[in-house]
């Protein structure tokens, strides 16, 4: 029931977008609580992140996404991905996930893979005392799925954006604050 209600929610807000002005119908974004918290800097990104259809769920697995990877309306040239944090010690789930997932976008969609972010460990030690999740352990996902990335010649990971110190780019040392978003998006882009 809780899967259906969320599909029909997600459906009624892409269905909302088609004719809101400023929605960018050529590029969407599918992932977890950093993906959906984005939605109100996007606005202050850079072209395509700007009026990305936001397809963000808070609180999901990766499994979670990949049951929502139909959610990506037809014909939609670019994907940005992303997810993994909230099962991030189960790293053949996610791995098994992102496969799927993957396999489902078509070829001719350019899916630029965000994976998983790093922390500002500092920060999350004081806000979430006694976290699990360490960069080390994000790196060995990520070097994982990244992998399995490179075996789809339309998917390119933005390791730049993966890779690189959110240290003071969040505001729990988990979700990024606006600079962080920024500076995602810009890794993602290369700038």
């Not at 496969?99 to 994976?115: C, D, K, R, S, Y």
């Not at 699990?132 to 060995?140: F, G, Q």
């Not at 040392?173 to 600079?179: R, S, T």
């Amino acid at each position: 029931m809780t899967k259906y209600l969320t599909l029909a929610i997600v459906g009624l807000s892409l269905a909302a977008c088609d004719d809101k002005p400023g929605v960018n119908k050529n590029f969407a974004m599918i992932g977890d609580s950093v993906i959906s918290l984005m939605a109100p800097v996007q606005p202050q990104l850079p072209s395509p992140f700007d009026g990305a259809i936001n397809l963000g769920v808070g609180g999901q697995t990766s499994t979670q996404i990949r049951l929502r990877i139909g959610t990506i309306p037809a014909g939609t040239p670019m994907v940005l991905l992303e997810g993994g944090i909230n099962n991030l010690g189960d790293p053949d789930a996610i791995a098994a996930d992102y496969e799927a997932m993957l396999n489902t976008i078509p070829n001719t969609t350019q899916v630029f893979f965000l994976g998983i972010i790093h922390v500002d460990e500092a920060q999350l030690a004081k806000s979430i005392p006694g976290s699990p999740l360490t960069n080390a352990a994000i790196t060995e996902v990520v070097v994982r799925i990244n992998a399995i990335c490179y075996r789809h010649s339309n998917c390119a990971p933005a390791i730049a954006a993966q890779m690189q110190s959110m240290d003071g780019l969040t505001i729990d040392g988990l979700h990024p604050n606006p600079a962080g978003y920024l500076a995602i998006a810009n890794r993602v882009l290369g700038h």
